[in-house]
């Protein structure tokens, strides 16, 4: 669990970080007291890195006249239910599990739909705008910022498996509670086998999947090298961009802050202009890398894994899984850096 510590938290506090920062921005100093809890998940509870700094953002947030609570969960599922129930004002997790919050925030991290991190920059800009404020919202739930946690690749334990067709019948850990991750799989005409973000690098590395698909944020805290062993290889080709999400309950909070629509705009805009250190924490990961291990696809398997990957959006667009607007915003974004892709002339996305 020590490795662990070092993953997720670490990235997602930083959008906590971002969250705190905007107060200042806004010269948040209330007159009356707000009272705030928030749910930090951290693998290795209480004495854990995310716990620890999201306590000091708590300290320092006293002078802004708020007064913040911190509830430290090992679990990320248990943390988003008891935000769900209203025990938290807020919570920090993946997107992918925002996604129950707000289909539209939480579709960003669909398959195939960011291909590279000036794609991913553009996103997180174009989501920052005001024009689209009224889409971070949904119900009670409102997400205030993005944070990029880099790419995810493919781990492989045997080089060989460099092809689709290859990757048949092989063994893929995916996330349980996720279900696009298991209907991609099965169209590479693999065997999704669940697991959890606790379990799927010890499943690799022990041999009981084949691949796992993971940020290089990881590599070195989970240990993956095992899996990799002699054999192995990552393949340079990003089949997701994963990012973390702020999500409040905004309508609990709008009834202490009338102007809390205001603040928000300046919370998303104070994060997307200062994402860059995210960015950087991730360009550092993947350096760490051993370089033995990174494979480049052949141009011939990208554009077979682009179109597989296109499919698998069309299918989930079309099953409900990711919300139309976000993709219609992804594909414009990606015709906007690369207009001559084929694509562009379609328009079934």
């Known amino acids: 669990m020590t490795a662990i510590k070092q993953f997720l938290p670490r990235a997602l506090l930083a959008a906590g970080m971002m969250l705190a920062g905007s107060a200042a ?8 007291p707000l009272n705030m809890t928030f749910c930090v998940f951290d693998p290795v509870g ?5 716990a620890t700094r999201a306590n ?4 320092a947030a006293k002078k802004w006249n708020i007064h913040t609570t911190i509830k430290v969960y090992v679990d990320e599922r248990i943390a988003a239910e008891d935000f769900k129930v209203g025990q938290c004002d807020g919570v920090v997790v993946t997107s992918l599990r925002a996604r129950q919050f707000n289909k539209f925030m939480g579709s960003v ?10 794609e991913m920059r553009s996103v997180i800009q174009t989501l920052s705008s005001p024009k689209l404020f009224p889409l971070t919202i949904q119900g009670d739930y409102q ?9 995810a690749y493919v781990f492989v334990n045997d080089r060989q498996i460099n092809s689709i067709e290859k990757a048949a019948g092989k063994k893929v ?23 959890d973000i606790t379990t799927f690098a010890g499943k690799f590395n022990n041999g009981q999947v084949d691949i796992v698909v993971a940020p290089a944020i990881v590599y070195r805290p989970l240990e993956l090298y095992r899996g990799l062993g002699t054999k ?5 080709f990003p089949v997701i961009m994963i990012s973390g999400s702020i999500v409040i309950n905004r309508g609990k909070l ?3 802050i009338p102007d809390l629509d205001q603040r928000v705009v300046l919370m998303r805009q104070f994060a997307a202009a200062n994402v860059e250190e995210a960015f950087q924490f991730v360009a550092k990961s993947e350096k760490d890398v051993d370089e033995k291990y990174w494979m480049d696809l052949t141009p011939v398997e990208k554009d077979k894994y682009m179109r597989m990957l296109r499919e698998a959006r069309l299918s989930m667009i079309q099953d409900g899984t990711y919300d139309p607007q976000m993709m219609k915003l992804l594909k414009r974004v990606r015709c906007t850096n690369d207009p001559q892709n084929y694509e562009c002339a379609l328009k079934d996305e």
């Open 25 to 32: 921005l806004a010269e948040a100093q209330f007159e009356k």
């Open 46 to 50: 209480t004495k854990g890195d995310a």
């Open 56 to 59: 000091d953002l708590a300290l």
């Open 109 to 118: 991290d669909a398959v195939g739909a960011v291909r590279d991190y000036k």
């Open 143 to 151: 997400v205030v910022g993005t944070i990029p946690l880099g790419a």
């Open 173 to 195: 850990a995916v996330l349980e509670w996720d279900k696009s991750q298991a209907k991609l799989v099965q169209k590479l005409g693999a065997q999704p086998v669940a697991s």
């Open 232 to 236: 192995g290889a990552i393949f340079r």
């Open 254 to 256: 709008m009834k202490q």
